[in-house]
């Protein structure tokens, strides 16, 4: 009865937490991201990250974005991962993407993170105007989002 009432118990936690992890939905593609930002009138977040490499990233990854503050957070942006790695297979035309916005961004190091307010152009073309940016903060979730939160709300 024991085993039966444990594996009910850890069938539960495994289920909601990949639930809430799937809640989260990260872009690769930076044209659907903005399309999903203009429809939405979000602003979005950009993290440039080496994923099979940096650890600062991995740690960035666990200590925030994987929880469930991040989570609810996040429901006010789009967010967009523009991967940098050394291991994993990637596809040319995000490899592209990623490394003309690295260049734009001027980033330097990882992790960074831009958030950024997507506008539409006279001529048609879209500019990404940046709110701010930040990294890896000690402290936790609550540390980052206090971070992020003061991008965000800052009266230009």
């Not at 961004?105 to 990404?128: A, D, W």
């Amino acid at each position: 009865m024991k085993n039966i009432l444990y594996t009910l118990i850890l069938t539960l936690f495994i289920t909601t937490n990949g639930m809430s992890q799937e809640r989260v939905k990260w872009h690769t593609d930076l044209n659907q991201a903005l399309e999903i930002a203009f429809n939405e009138d979000k602003n979005m977040l950009l993290f440039f990250t080496g994923s099979d490499w940096c650890g600062w990233c991995k740690r960035l990854q666990s200590e925030v974005f994987k929880t469930p503050d991040f989570e609810e957070w996040s429901q006010k942006v789009v967010l967009v991962e523009l991967d940098y790695p050394k291991r994993t297979p990637q596809d040319q035309n995000i490899r592209a993407q990623n490394v003309q916005l690295q260049g734009m961004f001027q980033v330097r190091g990882y992790p960074t993170v831009h958030i950024v307010s997507p506008e539409k152009m006279e001529n048609g073309r879209t500019n990404l105007k940046s709110l701010g940016k930040t990294g890896y903060v000690r402290g936790g979730a609550s540390a980052w989002l206090n971070v992020a939160n003061n991008i965000v709300n800052k009266v230009p």
